[in-house]
Structure formats: structure tokens, C-alpha cells
């Protein structure tokens, strides 16, 4: 009878834990060091594109973000999509579940 009662309760919790539902977001992926200010530190300087400097950047140890409007950062919590380096320092749409302040990216779109 306990274990009746126990996975009975267990299910009941399992069932009325909300899933996490996809969301979208658009922005340009980025990196964490520079952010939003590519044009500041290179292309006013003719120095190198958003893309050039966001991969630069992430080989240097910096993460991909997401940089939405505002400026704000939004982290990236799968680093290893290879659509990341595909679209980097560009313009995009982001599919995903919002995981703490982080996204889970499924799927980036050109925009």
C-alpha cells in the first residue's frame, strides 16, 4: 500500500510540474565581451565586422549571447549549436526555452 500511495504521489507531481514552452526572441548573436558595441570598438575604426569580432571574441574564451533590444545579454546556454558560428553577428530569430535567465536554443532563423 505504501508504494501504491508513493507512486501515485510521485505521479501527481510529475504531472503538475509545468513544461517549459518555446519561445521567440529576436536580436543578433553576440558574444559576451563586446555585447552590442561591435561598431563602437571595430567598425568605427574600420577595424572588422560584428561577425568577424564575434568570433574572434568566442575563440578568445568569450560566450555567444543574444543581444535583444536594449543592449541587454541574454545567455546561451548551448554553446555548441553550430548555427551560433553560422550566424554570428547577425540579425536573427531565436527559438527556445527560457531555462533561469539562459535560452535553450532549438532553432536561429536569418532575419
Known amino acids: 500500500m505504501k508504494t501504491l500511495c508513493l507512486l501515485a504521489a ?3 507531481l510529475t504531472a503538475a510540474t509545468p513544461f517549459a514552452a518555446e519561445q521567440t ?3 543578433q548573436i553576440s558574444d559576451s ?3 552590442a558595441k561591435h561598431e563602437e570598438a571595430a567598425e568605427g575604426q574600420g577595424l572588422m ?3 568577424d569580432c564575434t568570433l574572434s571574441c568566442v575563440r578568445g574564451g568569450s560566450k555567444f549571447v543574444l ?3 536594449g543592449g541587454k545579454m541574454v545567455q546561451i ?3 555548441d549549436n553550430t ?3 553560422t550566424h554570428a553577428g547577425h540579425k536573427v530569430r531565436l527559438t527556445g526555452e527560457l531555462q533561469g535567465q539562459s535560452i535553450v536554443i532549438s532553432k ?3 532575419q
Open 108 to 110: 536561429i532563423e536569418m
Open 25 to 27: 526572441w529576436t536580436g
Open 10 to 12: 510521485t505521479f501527481l
Open 67 to 69: 543581444v535583444v533590444d
Open 49 to 51: 565586422s560584428d561577425s
Open 33 to 35: 565581451l563586446c555585447g
Open 83 to 85: 548555427d551560433l558560428v
Open 77 to 79: 546556454v548551448n554553446q
